[in-house]
């Protein structure tokens, strides 16, 4: 985010910068409640010192605040002692990925159902742990939505060579850009359920909800309020620094809600974890910042909460923006930007460039994009590198640059798409 220009947040980093540089709390006209904030994080570091490690799971003050958000974002009791700090949500995935595989070979593997398309992540950490990639496909016709019918099928064809642990959701969706409705939510709970699968929630991009009637539901809320029997249910939901309003990737800051583990399965978790020793200390400040912002009669508050609407707003125009020149171009069809950063339109393209892709040995969205590239400067992924139906072509564009570079660039991108049609249509 910031690499495209994004501004970073005041509050954020005024309060790290006090507790980076403690002396900064006599010597600075910083609003008092940023040294507030940095007195009260520096209390909870051993030796008044972001230098120092902290437990493994995080400072105790941070897994109070975040508890505290959680409750009063979903309506519904959150545990410090459920909350986990870690090095961006990519390495809390990571670590409970580790704890559903079985340690074993070929059918006895732990399968995970993950999203097509979906973020690269699963399926390279999937390979990494020799675990069974369990592929369900989003419904493109229905806004990338998820259909109870195609898990099934996707869990029954597995089910013969590996034993199936867990399902993966990412919403909103990357690269697809969805937001889940509370109908679909409730139904891949009732899914996990039946099949005894614990659900991995990716909800990253929570904050960054663009669709008109589009709500962000976490699993948590909605899980807890189905009732007795699926509010036991073992959840592991995923939130970052990263995204959002606040776009800190360099912080690494993360965290993840885990409920419902057996006490000896968390005891474990717990054990697996502290040979990381902690996340960063300048992460968990951040995610500090992110769920306990500055609130209303706050010296900050003004000012953070104008810094935060304008970065928003923002982003809800460029999704707009990318979603209706798509669907205006020949070739193109693009599904709204309900949520997230990336649009992830389809491209239909000419028999005479899928034939050039493969004289190169290249798929033919990669052809195309490596084209866009060298004819225009624009950089967007290939949906090869996030899988895709058979047969169809699509790319991954960011909604991140800054609005007239965005609009230079969508300008750039409709002339070389037109060209490349009638090139490959001859």
């Not at 994004?6 to 008092?32: D, G």
């Not at 996990?192 to 909800?203: C, G």
């Amino acid at each position: 985010c910031h690499a495209t220009g994004q501004t970073p947040i005041t509050f954020i980093r005024q309060v790290l910068s006090v507790c980076a540089y403690p002396e900064m709390l006599e010597t600075c006209n910083f609003p008092q409640d940023v040294k507030d904030r940095a007195k009260r994080l520096l209390g909870g570091c051993k030796g008044g010192s972001i230098g120092s490690y902290s437990a493994s799971p995080g400072i105790d003050v941070i897994r109070e605040d975040i508890a505290k958000y959680i409750s009063e974002r979903d309506g519904t009791p959150s545990k410090p002692e459920d909350i986990m700090l870690c090095t961006g949500a990519s390495d809390g995935i990571k670590t409970i990925l580790a704890m559903l595989m079985t340690g074993k070979l070929g059918k006895e593997r732990a399968g995970i159902l993950i999203p097509v398309p979906q973020y690269p992540l699963y399926s390279a950490t999937l390979t990494e742990f020799n675990a069974y990639p369990i592929p369900y496909y989003l419904d493109e016709e229905n806004h990338w939505g998820l259909d109870v019918k195609e898990l099934k099928r996707a869990l029954n064809e597995a089910k013969p060579n590996c034993v199936p642990r867990a399902i993966c959701v990412i919403n909103p969706g990357n690269p697809t850009g969805q937001v889940l409705t509370r109908q679909n939510i409730e139904d891949v709970i009732k899914f996990a359920k039946q099949e005894k699968l614990m659900v991995l929630a990716d909800e990253v991009y929570q904050h960054n909800i663009w669709g008109e009637g589009c709500k962000f539901f976490s699993f948590k809320k909605v899980l807890s309020e189905m009732g007795p029997d699926y509010n036991t249910m073992e959840l592991a939901s995923f939130m970052s620094a990263s995204k959002g309003f606040m776009g800190e990737c360099g912080s690494r800051g993360g965290y993840a809600e885990i409920v419902n583990l057996l006490p000896d399965v968390k005891a474990c978790l717990m054990k697996s974890i502290s040979a990381k020793l902690c996340p960063p200390i300048v992460g968990q400040i951040v995610m500090d910042c992110i769920t306990n912002p500055p609130k209303p009669g706050d010296p900050s508050y003004e000012l953070f909460k104008k810094e935060k609407d304008n970065v928003l707003a923002l982003l809800k125009k460029k999704a707009g923006m990318v979603t209706s020149l798509f669907n205006s171009i020949e070739g193109i069809k693009c599904n709204e930007v309900q949520g997230a950063m990336y649009a992830f339109p389809q491209i239909f393209l000419p028999q005479g460039a899928v034939e050039e892709a493969n004289k190169r040995n290249q798929t033919p969205d990669a052809f195309y994009c490596f084209q866009l590239l060298e004819t225009t400067g624009i950089c967007v992924v290939p949906g090869s590198g996030f899988r895709q139906k058979e047969g169809t072509y699509h790319f991954r564009i960011t909604i991140l640059p800054k609005i007239e570079e965005m609009t230079d660039a969508l300008e750039r991108f409709k002339e070389f798409h037109l060209a490349f049609l009638a090139r490959f249509k001859n």
